[in-house]
C-alpha cells in the first residue's frame, strides 16, 4: 500500500492547487537558462508557501489557509494526445523502482512474514531458502508500512497531466505572471506584447485550450533582474515605472544569478530542483529498462480525445516555442513509437540520457539569498496578487449569483414545485440516459455555482465549497448533465472529507456515483480513475481497506484501452493497491494479498513493466510458498523465471525453473515438458556466457544419495558349461542382515584359525559392497587394477523421459607418494587423469517417466593413493518424439539403443553427498543431533593383492538326503601376486569334504569318474556276514581336541597358487538329512605372500543351494543280551535292531534301495555279526517298504583313544568305513557330540569339592546304561533318469547313547515317533513341511544332574537264571518237586555295589498266582550281597512246585544301590525276559 510522507489530508490538498500561468520573453528565458532552468522550473521548488494566509470569504469571516501551495506551468495550447500520456504514465513507473539497500518493510500476517520492499525478490523466490530467519531479522517490528514509490510517481503524473475541461474549473488558468527581463531595450513595451499575447490566447476564438477561469485573469507583471551583469540602478527605475502603471500589487522586482557562472564552485549550493526536474526529465526519455534490449509494443494509433468528454476540437495557431505541449509527440516519423509498432532502443543510450539528466547541475548562478528572494516573491505574488484575486472573484460570484437566484432560480424552482411538488426524486444512474452532449453557457448560473465551489475549494474553504458542490449536484442532476453532476459528486465528497472538525460523515456513495457516471455513461477513465485515486485513499485512511479494495479492483479491466487510455499498467497498479489493502485489514487476508499480486504482475507484464511484474509474482510467492498449492507455485516460478531471462537476470531465471523441476510436480506431461525446454534453453544460455567456469548443479534426475553403492572388484563370471563361478558378492544381491552377520562369524573365525586360534581385537571384515547399512565409518580398501563400481539411483520424478548422454563418475585422488605431489590433483572430466584412474563413460543412459533407474559407474584406478569420488557429471537432454500421438504417449516403455535428442542439452553435474549414521552412544549425542562420517566413496587404493576366483564343477542342485556325490573344485589365481593359505570355512562342515590325508590328490578328470563310486571299495568274497575290523584316530580327519572343523585346509601344491595358475580338487557332498531347500555358504579365505600393511587377507564367498528329497530313514535300538558272555567267550555283548524305512514318494526317479553296508564305529563296542534266520542276503526296498535287521555287538578288548571302524558287509563289495569320504562325513558330523561333551568336562573340573562325590557316583550310574555306539547306513538307490538307470550312494548315521532306548537319524522328531507310532508319524511328516537344521546326537545338558533317573539306576546288576528247560517229577511217589536254580548277578558299574534279592513274591492276588502258577522258594527268601566292580556272583537257589505246569522263575525281585552313597536308596534293577520252567509228571 502506498504510504506517504504527507497526510491524506496534505494528499489531497496538493492534488487541486491553484494554476498559475507563466508567460516569459526570450531574454528573460535567457537569464533563467544560465542556471540550466526555465523561469517555470526555477520557481518549482519555492511555490508552497511556508506561513498561514488569511482571507475573508462573501460572509466577511475571517478564514486561514494552511500549508498553501501554487502551480506555476507554461502555457500550452495543444491538448496532449493520449498515446503520449501513456508514454508519461509508462515511464514514471519505469524507472521508480525499489531503492537498493533500504531496510526491508516486513509485514506480519498471521503466520506469514512478508516482505514488503526491494528484498522481496530475494526472500521469495524458491532458490532463497532461508527467507524466513532473514525477514525476522531484518527488523523485530510487527508491522512495518510498504511503500510503493511507482504508484506515488504515477498518482502525481496523472493528476498533473489531466488536460482542463468545461464541467469543472480546478484546471483552470487562475492568474498569468508576464515575465520580462531588465536587459531588454524597452521592458515596459515587452510587458505589452506578452499581455496581449495573453488575451488574444484567452478570448480569440483561435484558441480553446488551456482555459481560464474567469474572463478578467489576474495579470502579475514580473521584471527580472540578472545581477550579475545587468545595471541594478535601471532595473529599479524600470520597477518604479511598472509600480505607476500596474500598481505596487501587481508588479514584482525578481533580482537572481547573484552568482556569476563563471565563479568557482567551492561554496556549496543545495540543489532543490532535482527532485522535481527528475519527474520532467523522463518526457523526453524512454523507456528504460536493464536488459540489454527494451521493446514496448502499443498498438493505439494516435489521435485526440476531448477528455472532458464534451467534444471539443483542438486547434493550434501559435508558431512559437512556449506554445507546444511537453508530452507532444514528434510526428515527423509517421512509424513512431506509438502509433502501431514496436520500438527498440539500445542500453547504451538509456545510459547516456540517464547521465545527462542526472549530472546537470542546477541553480549555479543562484546563491541562498536568491533563493530567499525566490520564496519571498512567490509568497508576495500569493500574499497580495492572488489571494486577493481570489476573495475578490468569490464575491462578485457571490453576488451574481444571489441576484440571478432571487430572480431565474426561484421562478424556475417554483415552477417545479407546482408541477412536481416541492422535493425532486433522484433517479438512478441506470435510468439517466446519457446527456454528454448537454453544453451550459458560460454565463449560466449552475457553472457559476461551480466555479464559486472550485475557488472555494482552492482556497481550502470547504465548508463553502461543499454547500456550492451539493447545491450544483441537484442543478445538474435536474437537467440530467451527467458528467457535470459526476464532477460536483466527486468534489463534493472530498469537501467534506477535508472540512476541519469532520461536521459530516464521509459521503462513499457520492464517490461511488461519481465512477459509476465517469464509467458506464461519459466512458472517461482518466475522470474515473482520479476518483478512484482518491476516495481509495480517503478509506484507507478512515482503515476502511476492504471498501477501498472493492473500490480498486472495480476499476480494473480485461480491455486492452478504454478510450485511448491503455488499461493494462492502471489494472496493475490498482490490482497492486488492493492487494495492499487485503494485507492491511485488522485480520490480514493473505491469500487474497497474494491472488491480487498474481494478477497485478500479470497485468504489468502485459504492460511491458517486467521489473514490477517480477516483483509482485516474487512478493505472492512468499504465501503460496511451500502450503502445498504446486500448480500455483509451478506458475509462479515458470513466470519470474521468464521475467528474470527477459531482464537477462540469467541466474534467477534458472533458479525459478531449477524449482519447477525439483517440485513433487502435478502438472500434465505436455506442460512439464515444455517446463524442461525452458529450463535447458535458459541454462544453455547461461552456460554460454561462462563456457570455462565450473559444472554448475543441474536439478534433475534425482539422486537418492543414501541408495548409493559402491562394489570394489571385479564382475562375477557367468557359468561356463560344466562350471559354475563361485556366487560371491554382486550389485544385483539384495542386503540382508542376517546373511551378513554370518558371513562376518565365518570370516572371524578362519582370521582366528589362521592366528592360530587367537581371535584379533581389532578385527574388522571385509567388506566388498557398501550401502546405508554397511558399516561405513571406515576408509574402505580398494586394490589397484581392480575396477570401483558405483551404483547411483537416479530418479525422474517428471512424466517424460530424460536422456543423459556421457555419464561418468566426479573423483579427487591424492597419491600416495605426497614428497612428489605435494598437491591434490583434481580430475572433473573424463577425459584426464586416465594415467592416475580411468572412468568408464556411458554415452546414453535413458530414464522413463516417473522411473527409478540404477547407472553402474567404473573407476579403473592404476595408482596407489586416496581417492574421492564426488559426484557424477552428465548431459541433461529430452528425447525427440515423446509427445502425445493419437492419445498414446510414446514415451511409455523406451526401449534401450540408440535416442535421439531434440539437440537440447545442457552440460552439469550433481554432487554425491551421503549423510552419516546418527551417533546415539554418549549421552551428548543422544541430547544432540549429530551425525558419524559415511566414508564409502572415500576409498584407500593398495597395492596389488591376490585374486582368487573359484569354480565347481558338476555342482549337483539336487541330492538325495545322505547321498554322497563327488565332484570337483577349481582354484585359479587371476591376479598377478601369488596367494597362499587357502581356506575355507562352512558353518555346515558335514555337508562336504576335500578328504583325509590318505586321499588321492590327483584324481581322474570328472567326465572319466562319473560312474565309478565315491567310496573306497574292495572286494570280499566271504559268504559269513561278519564284521570286517579297522580302526583309525580322530585327529586324521580333522576332528580332535582344540580343532575347528568348520576350518578346513585347501591342499594346494605346495601350498601356493602362482599367477595365472589354477588347480582342480576332488571334493565330496553329502545331502543334508532334512528334506527341502538348503543354502550352505562357503567363505574362502586367502592371503598374499606379501604382508601388506593395509590388507592382510581377502575373502571369496558362494552360497550353495541344494535340493533335497526323501530317502530314507533309520531308526536303530541296543539291548543287553540274557547271556552274561559271548558264545566265542569275547565277553559282554548287545544286541543292536537297526529299522531301516525307505520315505522317498519316487520324487527323483528312485526306483529301490539296497542296504549294501552297516558299520559301527565306537571305541568301546563293535558290531560282530548279522543274525540272519534267512539265507537271502539282500535287503531291498521299495517305496514305502521296511526292514529290520538283529545285529550282534560285542564289546572291545582293549580299550584304546583310537575309533575302531566294523564293517557287516551284505554285497560283493566291501566299503571301508574308516577312510574317506565315509569316515569324513562320520566324524564331521561327531564333532558336535564331541564339542558337548569337552564343553561337560570343562563344567566339571569347575565344580566344587564339595560336590565331587554325588557328581561322580552320578557319572557312574549313567554310564551302565550308556552305549557309545555308532551304526552307519551304506546304500546305493537305483535311478532312471532320461531312460537311463543311475546308481547312486549315500550314508546314514545313527548314534546309540542308552541301552534300550531307540535313536533316530531325525533325532528332533524321535519324540513324535514313540507316542505316535508309524502310521501317525508318517502322516505327521507328510502335514510337517517345515524343516530345522538336522542334529545327529542327543542333546545333552551342559551340567551332570543332582540325581541320576530310575531308570539309570534300575541298571546297575544285571540278572540271569540258569535252570533247566523241563523238569520230571512223580508227584504220586511225592508230591512236593524241588528244582534247583542258579541265579547269577553280573555288576556292571565301575563302583562297589550294595545288592538285597527278595524271593518273595510281591502279592497273593489270584491274578499274580496265575501269572506266576502255584510255585514257591523254599529257604531264606531275603539276601543282602555286595558286588565289586565287573564282579559276577551265584546264589542257589530253590523252587518248590505242587503240580505240574508250565512256571515263570523271574519273580526274584533285585534292588542295588552304589556302596558308598548313603543317601541313595536301594532301586528295583530290571528283570531279564521271562524265565519259563515246564513240570512234568511221570
Sequence with gaps: MAQRVQSVQEFLQDSFVPLVAALCSEEAERVTRKNNLGFCDLVKPFCRLTSEVHMRDPNNQLHVIKNLKIAVNNIITQLPQPSAVRKLLNDVVTVSQPAE???????????????????????????????????????????????????????????????????????HYVACMLVVSSSEPEPVEQFLKLSQEQHRIQHSNEYSYPKWFIPNTLKYYVLLHDVSVGEEQRADSIYEEMKQRYGTQGCYLLKINSRGSNRGTDEQIPDPWSQYLQKNSIQTQEPYEDGPY?????????????????????????????????????????????????????NASLHESKKVNTGTPHGTCLTLTDHDRIRQFIQEFTFRGLLPHIEKTIRQLNDQLISRKGLSRSLFSATKKWFSGSKVPEKSINELKSTSGLLYPPEAPELQI????????????????????????????????????????????????????????????????????????????????????????????????????????????????????????????????????????????????????????????????????????????????????????????????????????????????????????????????????????????VSQLSPDGPLPQLPLPYINSSATRVFFGHDRRPAEGEKQAATHISLDQEYDSEFTQQWKELEEQVVAAANKGTALSNFQPTQYCLNRYSDNSRFPLGVVEEPITVEVAFKNPLKVPLLLTDLSLLWKFQPEDFSSKNSEETKEIETCGKETIGAEVISEFSINSEETKMARLKLFPHQTGELHILGVVYNLGTIQGTTMLDGVDSSVGLQAGKYISNGMSVRGRQDLEIQGPRLNNTKEEKTSIKYGPDRRLDPIITEEMPLLEVFFINFPT???CGEIRKTHVEFMNV??????????????????????????????????????????????????????????????????????????????????????????????????????????????????????????????????????????????????SNALEDEKGEGDNMLVFVDVENINTSEAGVKEFHIVQ?????????LQEYINLSEDKDIKLVNRERGKLCLKAVRCKNLVENYTFADIVFGSEQIISSTSPCADFFFQSLYSELRTTQTQQNMHTSQGAAKQS????????????????????????????????????????VVLHTVGKEAFSFPQKQGFKKILGNSDWEDLEQESPEMGLLNFFRSESTSVPSRPSLDQLSNLIKTSLHYPETFNHSFHQKSLCIVPVTLLLSNCSQADVDVIIDLRHKTTSPETLEIHGSFTWLGQTQYKLQLKSQEVSSLRLRACFVHTGVYNLGTPRVFAKLSDQVTLFETSQQNSMPALIIINNI
Design 101 to 171: 539497500g533500504l531496510v526491508a518493510n516486513v509485514i506480519t500476517a498471521g503466520d506469514y512474514d512478508l516482505n514488503i520492499s526491494d528484498r522481496s525478490v530475494k526472500a521469495s523466490v524458491p532458490w532463497y531458502s532461508s527467507w524466513k530467519d532473514t525477514l525476522m531479522g531484518l527488523n523485530t517490528s510487527t508491522f512495518y508500512s510498504a511503500t510503493t514509490p511507482w504508484f506515488e510517481a504515477y498518482r502525481e503524473s496523472l493528476l498533473q497531466s489531466m488536460p482542463a475541461s468545461d464541467h469543472e474549473f480546478l484546471n
Design 294 to 346: 527494451t521493446v514496448i509494443s502499443n498498438k493505439s494509433t494516435d489521435y485526440f480525445i476531448p477528455l472532458d468528454g464534451l467534444g471539443n476540437d483542438s486547434k493550434d495557431g501559435l508558431s512559437n516555442s512556449f506554445k507546444t505541449h511537453p508530452l507532444q509527440l514528434d510526428h515527423t516519423n509517421d512509424s513512431g513509437c506509438f502509433d502501431g509498432t514496436d520500438y527498440i532502443k539500445s
Design 450 to 685: 461551480r466555479k464559486m465551489a472550485d475557488l472555494c475549494f482552492l482556497v481550502q474553504h470547504y465548508e463553502l465549497a461543499y454547500s456550492c458542490y451539493h447545491t450544483a449536484k441537484k442543478d445538474f442532476l435536474n437537467d440530467q448533465a451527467m458528467l457535470y453532476a459526476a464532477g460536483a459528486l466527486e468534489m463534493a465528497a472530498v469537501s467534506a472529507f477535508l472540512q476541519p472538525g469532520a461536521p459530516r460523515p464521509y459521503p462513499s456513495h457520492y464517490m461511488d456515483t461519481a465512477i459509476q457516471t465517469y464509467r458506464d455513461i461519459c466512458k472517461n477513465m482518466m475522470l474515473a480513475e482520479r476518483c478512484v485515486l482518491l476516495s481509495a485513499e480517503i478509506l484507507k485512511s478512515q482503515s476502511k481497506y476492504s471498501e477501498a479494495a472493492a473500490l480498486l479492483i472495480r476499476l480494473t479491466s480485461e480491455q486492452s484501452a478504454w478510450m485511448g487510455m491503455d488499461s493494462d499498467l492502471r489494472s496493475a497498479l490498482l490490482l497492486e493497491q488492493a492487494a495492499h489493502c487485503f494485507i492491511n485489514m485488522k485480520s490480514p487476508m493473505v491469500r487474497k494479498f497474494a491472488f491480487h499480486m498474481i494478477l497485478a504482475g500479470h497485468r504489468y507484464s502485459k504492460a511491458g513493466q517486467k521489473k514490477h511484474a517480477l516483483r509482485c509474482y516474487c512478493q505472492a510467492m512468499q504465501v503460496y510458498k511451500g502450503k502445498g498449492w504446486s500448480l500455483a507455485e509451478d506458475h509462479i516460478n515458470f513466470t519470474i523465471g521468464h521475467q528474470s531471462f527477459t531482464l537477462r537476470q540469467l541466474d534467477n531465471a534458472v533458479s525459478a525453473f531449477r524449482h519447477i523441476l525439483i517440485n513433487d510436480s502435478k502438472q500434465t506431461a505436455a506442460q512439464q515438458g515444455a517446463f524442461l525446454r525452458e529450463y535447458l534453453y535458459v541454462y544453455k544460455n
Design 958 to 960: 539336487g541330492l538325495l
Design 975 to 1120: 591376479s598377478k601376486s601369488p596367494l597362499t593359505g587357502l581356506k575355507i570355512v562352512s558353518k555346515r562342515p558335514e555337508f562336504f569334504t576335500f578328504g583325509g590325508s590318505s586321499a588321492i590328490r590327483t584324481p581322474l578328470s570328472p567326465s572319466a569318474s562319473e560312474h565309478c563310486s565315491a567310496y573306497k571299495t574292495v572286494v570280499t568274497h566271504s559268504s559269513s556276514v561278519c564284521s570286517l575290523i579297522s580302526s583309525v584316530a580322530a585327529s586324521d580327519f580333522g576332528v580332535g581336541a582344540g580343532s575347528q572343523p568348520e576350518v578346513i585346509d585347501v591342499p594346494l601344491p605346495d601350498s601356493v597358487l602362482l599367477p595365472g595358475a589354477s588347480v582342480q580338487l576332488p571334493m565330496w557332498l553329502r545331502g543334508p538329512d532334512e528334506e527341502g531347500v538348503h543354502e550352505i555358504n562357503f567363505l574362502f579365505y586367502y592371503e598374499s605372500i606379501r604382508k601388506h600393511s593395509k590388507m592382510c587377507h581377502r575373502v571369496l564367498r558362494h552360497t550353495a543351494v541344494i535340493c533335497t528329497s526323501r530317502s530314507l530313514t533309520v531308526r536303530a535300538t541296543a539291548y543287553r
Design 1158 to 1166: 552297516v558299520s559301527s564305529n565306537s571305541k568301546n563296542w563293535k
Design 1254 to 1293: 554325588l557328581d561322580n557316583a552320578v557319572r557312574l550310574i549313567q554310564k551302565c546304561s550308556e552305549v557309545d555306539l555308532n551304526i552307519i547306513v551304506l546304500w546305493k538307490a537305483y535311478v532312471v533318469e532320461d531312460n537311463k538307470q543311475l546308481i547312486l550312494e549315500g550314508q546314514h548315521h
